[in-house]
């Protein structure tokens, strides 16, 4: 058995989507109160090393080992971040210290465990554009990593035809290039050609881009590993450049 001491902590905090006036006071807090930050290299690189800090980054691809070691660092007393960017319960490192505390032994239950929400990037990308996600919408993590495409497929069609907007993590990666081509496809059938898809690239940061167009118009290069796609529902509309949907569904209007 571990031995569980009083002092170690582990936190769970989101970094939000780049700028850093969007990291919580909160996470602030715990970024200077820890002895440990642990997470994937980019993330960790946004913290200021000092005197008494441990920086751990790692790769993207090894959560759960990441989690795990973050779990034991607590456990020995240490004062544990583990960092993600936006929320951490939002596709991130929060699912992978819970999976790691579910395999672990019994005493780690004890341990002084946290979740600090950030700022995900789908909230952040929709307030540049507008208001897309003012009404129903789904939010969908488009990389087959964690779960077959043959479900992503069917979570967009009955997303779309259901009449939900549509928030999209991971849309498009070089390892998968023509699944986006084949999601707009499907968009195009399920929502129809004239609703609107918001490609949000870099939100809050110097280089961010957002474009707009009709589903007819897009193209599967539009998106890469860095872009927020929202797709609307078909009340969703263009005022300026900005891009809203109304609060009230097909024949309940005000
Ligand atoms: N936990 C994160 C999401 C991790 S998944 C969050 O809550 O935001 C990673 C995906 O998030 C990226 O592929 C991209 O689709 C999106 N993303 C993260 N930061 C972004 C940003 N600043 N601009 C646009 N998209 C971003």
């Known amino acids: 058995m571990t031995q569980v001491t009083e002092s170690g902590w582990l936190v769970v905090a989101g970094l939000g989507p780049g700028e850093e006036a969007l990291v919580t006071q909160e996470v602030r807090d715990a970024i200077d109160a820890a002895t440990d930050i642990v997470g994937y290299i980019p993330y960790v690189k946004r913290i200021a090393p000092r005197d008494g800090l441990v920086l751990h980054a790692s790769d993207n691809r090894v959560e759960v080992d990441r989690a795990t070691h973050a779990l034991e660092m607590a456990a020995a007393g240490r004062r544990v971040v583990v960092v993600s960017s936006g929320d951490p319960g939002v596709f991130a ?18 341990l002084d465990i946290r979740v600090l929400p950030g700022i995900t990037a789908m909230l952040a990308a929709a307030a540049q554009i507008g208001a897309p996600l003012g009404h129903d919408f789904a939010a969908i ?21 259901a009449g939900f907007a549509m928030a999209f993590y991971n849309p498009r990666s070089q390892s998968r290039p023509h699944q986006f081509a084949h999601a707009l496809e499907i ?33 599967p290069e539009m998106a890469d590993m860095r872009t927020m796609v929202i797709v609307g529902n078909r009340d969703t509309r263009a005022i300026g450049r900005h891009v809203y949907t109304p609060r009230y569904a097909e024949g309940s209007a005000p």
Request: glycine content about 4%; overall charge negative.
């Open 93 to 110: 490192m929060a699912s992978a210290v819970f999976e790691a505390l579910e395999a672990g032994p019994n005493d780690w239950l004890e």
């Open 141 to 161: 993590n488009l990389s087959d990593n964690l779960k077959p495409w043959s479900l992503i497929e069917s979570r967009l069609r009955a997303a779309g035809e």
């Open 187 to 219: 968009l195009r059938a399920a929502c129809g050609e004239d609703t609107l898809i918001s490609f949000a690239r870099d939100v809050t940061k110097p280089t961010q881009e957002i474009t707009t167009v009709a589903l007819k118009d897009a193209r």
